[in-house]
């Protein structure tokens, strides 16, 4: 008997698990990242000649009515064209079963990643409200995440930030009542409660599988422990508060939207009293001074120079 | 609140302290009132015009600069009309003019900003 070195095993290995994309116009490149519902690959699109992100969601025992629906859904979340979410370029079948999508391949760093850097907090908040205003554009197309981490954000080499992974996405129709999604529809875990997403970024209604009490208020939560991620070092006592809003336990203790959750950050940004936090009065008094520090400073100048000038006027 | 008015208000709160300071000056208690008065004026003048400045041209380093000569200017017309008092007088009304000049142009919305 001969033996197969590991070399050899795991080349085997590695030709196993990639993706047949034979009858597609792609051309496989490498795999960029794995999770626990697919894997990302990249490759490249002959016909257009440009790398995308391809992510093959592990669904291989799909019927064609929930294969359809995926489909369907995924042309929804095609259709929302916002800078920053990225867009799905193309939606099919591989050979064996598995449903992929075709994506921009976004160069540059994850939100993890990037944080790890030497971001300053302001810029991981401009950073943040970016993401927010990207989640509070999908939420008024009717389409929820529900798998929002830093791990499915990504910072572009110019900046730019982009939202990723809408795979898991739940979309709402105009009633309120939940249609279908892509992944969890596949597998039917929605409708018997399994849970989706991922755990410390997970909503207490979505960690129990509690499909009717999930809407955009479940990504409101997943937002607010993206921003706590992103201020582990000593934040501010209105940045802890618009955290704890985020990340309340009720749904309605929550932001309503991200849309609101955006505005308390440009708030935060701006100097501003943010809805999450009441200030006591010496908390506004010293707010205002650290905004106009410069005012502050001249008037103070002015007024010690008035004394100086009272006293040494003196006969 | 729009430029001007900022500058007016401002202007007349700073102008009014200035001319209280005169409570100090044993020399020209009696005259208080006439002082405030006439301070407050001064103040306020400069706010407008400075407060219009700041309206017509966004820059913080030349808004400075011109509040700086506006209350120098004034405040050396108040001071030739004491016939005394120069640097008691100019060195007060260049600061407030300064501060007027830089807060109109910090704060405050033009009406080009207002409507849009």
């Not at chain 2, 100019?90 to 260049?94: D, E, K, R, Y």
């Given at each position: ?29 490498k795999e ?13 699109d002959?016909e257009l ?28 979340i ?6 920053g ?8 079948t591989?050979?064996?079963g ?13 939100l993890?990643e ?12 401009r ?5 927010c ?27 730019e930030?982009?939202v990723?992974d809408?795979?898991v996405?739940?979309?709402?129709d105009?009633?309120?009542s939940i ?12 409708m ?5 997403g ?10 129990r599988g ?25 934040p ?11 990340m309340?336990?009720?749904p ?22 943010v809805?999450?936090y ?7 008094v ?22 100086i000038?009272?006293?040494t006027?003196?006969? | 609140?729009?430029?001007p ?6 202007g ?6 200035d ?7 044993p ?42 000569i ?5 405040a ?10 120069y640097?008691?007088i ?5 600061i407030?003019?300064l501060?007027?000049?830089?807060a ?13």
């Open positions: 008997m001969k033996w197969l070195s590991d070399d050899r095993l795991n080349h085997l290995r590695t030709l196993v698990s990639e993706p047949d994309f034979s009858s597609t116009k792609y051309t496989f490149l960029l990242g794995r999770g626990g519902m697919g894997a990302v690959y990249l490759a490249e002959r000649n440009r790398l995308v992100a391809i992510k093959v969601l592990n669904t291989p025992d799909i019927t064609d009515d929930l294969r359809r629906r995926m489909i369907r859904e995924a042309q929804i095609a259709g929302l064209e916002h800078p979410i990225v867009p799905v370029h193309d939606v099919g591989l050979p064996d598995r449903i992929f999508y075709a994506m921009k391949y976004v160069r540059g760093s994850r993890d990037y944080a790890t850097q030497s971001a300053s907090v302001n810029d991981r908040l950073k943040f409200q970016a993401v205003d990207a989640v509070a554009f999908a939420h008024a197309h009717g389409v929820i995440h529900r798998d929002l981490k830093p791990q499915n954000i990504m910072i572009g080499s110019f900046g930030v982009l990723l809408w795979g996405a739940k979309v709402v105009e009633r309120g249609r279908v999604s892509p992944r969890s529809s596949a597998s039917n875990q929605t018997d409660g399994t849970v989706i991922t755990r410390d970024y997970m909503s207490p209604e979505q960690a509690d499909v009717e009490q999930i809407d955009e208020r479940s990504d409101v939560y997943s937002l607010g422990a993206v921003l706590r991620f992103l201020l582990t070092d000593k501010t006592k209105t940045a802890k508060a618009i955290c704890s809003k985020a309340a336990h009720a309605e203790s929550r932001y309503a939207s991200a849309s609101e959750l955006s505005a308390d950050i440009a708030r935060l940004l701006d100097s501003e009293p809805s999450a009441r200030e006591n009065a010496f908390e506004k010293s707010r205002w001074v650290a905004k106009n520090r410069f005012l502050v400073l001249l008037i103070l100048a002015y007024l010690l120079m008035r004394i000038l009272i006293f006027s003196r006969p | 609140m729009s430029k008015l900022i500058g007016v208000v401002l007349a709160v700073l102008g009014a302290i001319g209280l300071t005169a409570f100090f000056t020399a020209v208690r009696d005259q208080l009132a006439g002082i405030v008065f006439g301070s407050t004026i001064k103040g306020i003048i400069a706010g407008i015009a400075i407060g219009f400045f700041a309206k017509k041209f966004h820059s913080l380093p030349i808004g400075i600069l011109f509040g700086v506006i209350g120098a200017f004034l050396f017309l108040v001071a030739l009309m004491q016939g005394g008092y640097l008691q100019i060195l007060p009304g260049t407030v003019g501060i007027v000049g830089f109109t142009q910090k704060y405050g919305t033009s009406a080009a900003t207002a409507n849009s």
